[in-house]
Structures are given as structure tokens and as C-alpha cells.
């Protein structure tokens, strides 16, 4: 399409890196922008055709969606030749296309977190099998109690044909699973030890190897967000608002982004308050929000806080504080510094790592 919204040329090409640079190379060597929507594809094909020196911008298709859903009819033609509007206007989101090592990391988190469904369905599906025998299996929390799992299960088909047949074909199924499980979390721990950037963002409490990990290759790129409070915004940490001239509709929080992160956010502060013993300004300040709203409402809350402190933690170089002191290297004291003031000393500051006054 020209400056004047012309169309030049129509062609129906397959996924091909190489056909469709070879295209625009013959057909438009002087184009200026190349527009695709977000897809499966997006991501490997905005980098090979990068690597080729096509000036390619992903979109994102459900803000996409709506203005190919004005056009009267709908038709890969005329999805195309909207798109092309869009990119001659200009009037279009950019989606970040996750780096090389930010998928690398993503990969493995994703395939545990797969693998950990599957085993908690199968165990569910047994139990809920069993109980039709009138077997009821003892509930299984440690991980080193697995097995314990599958010797139960065993000692169940003893006596019956069909049950053992179950326990020989379920077993060693749930027993691939511990152990693919297991080699995928001792290889996570073996990159988080090796980078010096996951090594601080634990040092949060209630920040775990895959939480780091995960928040990193979520976010890719510190220097995406203009303000370190855009990133509860982009994983949905924020409410959503609906305002329109009298109507003024605040609602539960938007949920935009990546679900997985923002329920690695909710376990970590979760963890923070049910199973960190040391106090901190963290712990202390979502047990009074839980007092006043509610756990659920304050461990949503501090998720967010908790986002904004380690994105702070990546962009300055600092380390966690558990206590009001601030350091020279330390821009943001968002970093774990809360402040306290008693009533009767004259406004002077105390730290508020001392539980008696939390």
C-alpha cells in the first residue's frame, strides 16, 4: 500500500521467512513499515525477518480485532488490506517480542509448571477413582513423600485384579512425572545460582528460585516501563475503571498479562506471611491491610508492591533492605523501607522492624 492508501500489491505467500523477505525485497525494496498481528508464529517470524532486514512491527491482535471488525465483511483479504492501514497511519500497539534468553528461560519455567498440573490431575483422578471403593487415599504434601503416593496406590490393588492393573499402569506414570519434575527444578536452581540478578531479587523474602527466574523473563527488558509503576499495570495488578460522562464503575484488578506471574506474585506473598518467621516492613504492612480488607485483598495489594520492589531491585543494582537504613547505591527506598512515627517522641523516625510496632 502507498502513502495515499493505494494498494500495490497482492500476494499469498506461506510462512516462510525467506519468501516473504524475498518478496518485499522485489515487490517494495523502499518499504517503511511492516505490520503482522500477535500470534504463535509472531514471535520466531519478527525475528527472522529482523535478521533480514525487514522493518517489521508485531501487533497486537485483540486491539487489532477492533478495527477489522468495523470493515462490512470479513475476509483474510480485507483483514490484510486493514492491516496495511494501519501501518500507513501509524495508529497501532507494539507488542515486545521476548528476547532469545528471555524464551529460554520461559521454556522450562512453562514445562514445570505443565508437568505439576499433570501430576496433580492424575493424583486427583486416582483418588477420586478409589473412593468408589470406598478407598480413601492419605492426602501427600512434600515432595519427598511422593513416592509415598505410589506405595499407597500399590497396596490398594493387592486384593483386586482391576486395581492392580491400575496401580501397574498409573505408577510409573506419576513416577515420570516427580522425576521429570525434579530434573527441571534442579536445573532452574542451576541458572538462578549462576546470575548474579536472580541472586538479588531472592533476597526479597518469599522470592523463590522460579518467582526470580520468571519475573525476569516476563519482564525481558527493564527499560520498557517509563515508571516502575507501570509493571503492576502490564501483569494486571491494578484495578480496572470504567468512566463515562456520570458512570464511574471501579472494579477487581484487570488481569491483563501473564496469569502464571501474577500467581507466582500471589504465592510469594502468601509465603511471606504465612511462612517467613523474620519480620519486615513487607510482612508488616500486608498484616494490617489484611486486618482492615482481608487476606485475599491484601495479598492482591502487596503482589503488586511486591512487582514494583523487585523491578527496583533490577534497575538500580541494589539488594533487599530489611531495615529503614538506606544505602549509597539505593535510588528508590521503595526497596523495603517503611517508617514509622510514635506520638510522643517528637516525630522522630524508627524502624519499623520491630513487631511491637507493627
Known amino acids: 500500500m502507498d502513502a495515499k492508501g493505494g494498494v500495490r500489491r497482492r500476494a499469498v505467500l506461506p510462512t516462510d521467512q525467506e519468501r516473504i523477505a524475498a518478496f518485499i525485497a522485489a515487490e517494495a525494496p523502499q518499504t517503511e513499515r511492516v505490520v503482522h498481528e500477535s500470534g504463535i508464529l509472531s514471535t520466531w517470524l519478527t525475528r527472522e525477518l529482523e535478521r533480514r532486514g525487514v522493518s517489521i512491527l508485531c501487533i497486537d491482535a485483540r486491539l487489532a480485532n477492533k478495527v477489522l471488525s468495523a470493515r462490512l465483511n470479513k475476509s483474510d483479504k480485507v483483514d490484510a488490506e486493514s492491516l ?195 519480620f519486615s516492613p513487607l510482612k508488616a504492612w500486608t498484616v494490617r491491610l489484611s486486618a482492615r480488607k482481608g487476606f485475599k485483598k491484601a495479598v492482591v495489594a502487596r503482589a503488586r508492591k511486591l512487582a514494583v520492589i523487585l523491578y527496583a531491585i533490577w534497575r538500580d543494582g541494589s539488594v533487599f533492605r530489611w531495615t529503614k537504613e538506606a544505602t549509597a547505591y539505593s535510588k528508590y527506598p521503595a526497596c523495603g523501607e517503611v517508617r514509622a512515627r510514635r506520638p510522643w517522641d517528637g516525630g522522630r523516625s524508627i524502624s519499623a522492624n520491630r513487631s511491637r510496632w507493627s
Open 84 to 278: 496495511a492501514q494501519l501501518a500507513r497511519t501509524g495508529w497501532l500497539t507494539r507488542v515486545h517480542i521476548h528476547s532469545e534468553a528471555s524464551n529460554h528461560i520461559r521454556a522450562p519455567v512453562g514445562a514445570r509448571e505443565r508437568l505439576i498440573r499433570m501430576r496433580k490431575e492424575l493424583e486427583a483422578h486416582l483418588r477420586g477413582m478409589l473412593k468408589t471403593y470406598g478407598i480413601r487415599m492419605t492426602q501427600v504434601h512434600q515432595a519427598k513423600a511422593r513416592r509415598g503416593f505410589r506405595d499407597q496406590l500399590s497396596e490398594t490393588g493387592a486384593g483386586d485384579p482391576v486395581l492392580r492393573l491400575l496401580a501397574e499402569t498409573m505408577s510409573p506414570i506419576h513416577g515420570m512425572l516427580c522425576a521429570a519434575t525434579a530434573a527441571l527444578d534442579g536445573e532452574l536452581l542451576a541458572i538462578a545460582r549462576r546470575s548474579e540478578l536472580e541472586g538479588r531479587l531472592m533476597s526479597v523474602p518469599g522470592i523463590g528460585t522460579i518467582t526470580a527466574l520468571g519475573f525476569v523473563a516476563t519482564l525481558d527488558d527493564p527499560a520498557r516501563f517509563r515508571r516502575v509503576s507501570d509493571v503492576g499495570a502490564f501483569l494486571g495488578l491494578t484495578p480496572r475503571r470504567y468512566l463515562s460522562s456520570e458512570v464511574d464503575r471501579p472494579g477487581c484488578i484487570s488481569k491483563c498479562g501473564d496469569a502464571d506471574m501474577r500467581r507466582l506474585l500471589v504465592s510469594a506473598v502468601a509465603t511471606l506471611i504465612t511462612q517467613v518467621a523474620r
